[in-house]
């Protein structure tokens, strides 16, 4: 199946779903002529001290999978109104275009969080700088070409209750867990890439390290398989996401 999709139907649908589900959808930028959207809604009861989910995908414009599953749990309005939520559907839309895991630069903006060369990681840094003061769970939905299964990071130095279980059972709903024992250089379990340690990856640093640093939230990068039908990845996506939301997302006491 081809990675390229009609990015601008993308973003419409995101735009339409989240307007339904109660979001407010603004554009903080527009890189190579497409914008890059944020949908922000609130809890409605703040006596209850919402917690802040940050979601993210299409950073990597070959994986078209995880803005499908932000979509679709929109047009399911399945996201707990109990929280606080920062979605970012699109953060490389010229590279969904393309079919490329790059920008049209050639800058792979999941390794641009430690020099800032792109417009797209500016600009998404900017608005965290103006908007967002804490974070209590950060999930950036992926897929893995290399892959044969479901698997996940999880960045968990703080003391907070990990999901990882209610993850896996919702993943394995829709598809394999990945049984290789190291992935990208890290060790692997069960499809749970658990480091001791934040890594340092020389090549520029991704969303989650750049976030797990700013915010020290819960953090999961979540993989899936980009070789099996889509329809099942979407489904896996959107259920993991559910769960590591569901979850007791707790603050570091």
């Known amino acids: 199946m081809s990675n390229r999709v009609n990015v601008d139907q993308l973003l419409t649908d995101f735009h339409a779903a989240a307007q339904t589900a109660g979001f407010t959808v603004k554009s903080y930028a527009t890189v190579f002529a497409y914008p890059l959207l944020v949908a922000t809604r609130?809890?409605?009861?703040?006596?209850?001290?919402?917690?802040?989910?940050?979601?993210?995908?299409?950073?990597?414009?070959?994986?078209?999978?995880?803005?499908?599953?932000?979509?679709?749990?929109?047009?399911?309005?399945?996201?707990?109104?109990?929280?606080?939520?920062?979605?970012?559907?699109?953060?490389?839309?010229?590279?969904?275009?393309?079919?490329?895991?790059?920008?049209?630069?050639?800058?792979?903006?999941?390794?641009d969080f430690s020099d800032f060369q792109s417009d797209e990681i500016r600009a998404h840094r900017n608005w965290l700088d103006a908007h967002c003061s804490s974070l209590d769970l950060a999930i950036h939905l992926h897929e893995d070409w290399e892959a044969t299964g479901a698997y996940f990071y999880e960045l968990n130095f703080n003391g907070h209750r990990s999901r990882a279980d209610a993850i896996l059972a919702a993943a394995t709903k829709y598809l394999p867990i990945e049984t290789a024992t190291r992935i990208d250089g890290h060790r692997a379990r069960n499809g749970v890439i658990r480091p001791r340690s934040l890594p340092q990856v020389p090549e520029g640093n991704p969303e989650a390290i750049y976030l797990q640093k700013r915010y020290q939230a819960l953090n999961y990068t979540i993989e899936t398989p980009s070789a099996l039908p889509i329809s099942r990845r979407v489904a896996a996506l959107s259920a993991s996401a559910l769960a590591a939301i569901n979850g007791p997302v707790e603050r570091p006491r």
């Open 42 to 111: 609130r809890a409605g009861d703040r006596a209850k001290a919402p917690k802040k989910v940050y979601l993210s995908s299409g950073i990597h414009g070959d994986e078209p999978a995880p803005p499908l599953a932000l979509i679709d749990l929109l047009n399911r309005d399945a996201l707990p109104h109990a929280h606080d939520y920062m979605l970012f559907p699109c953060m490389n839309p010229s590279g969904l275009a393309a079919g490329t895991r790059e920008n049209p630069h050639g800058i792979d903006l999941n390794r």
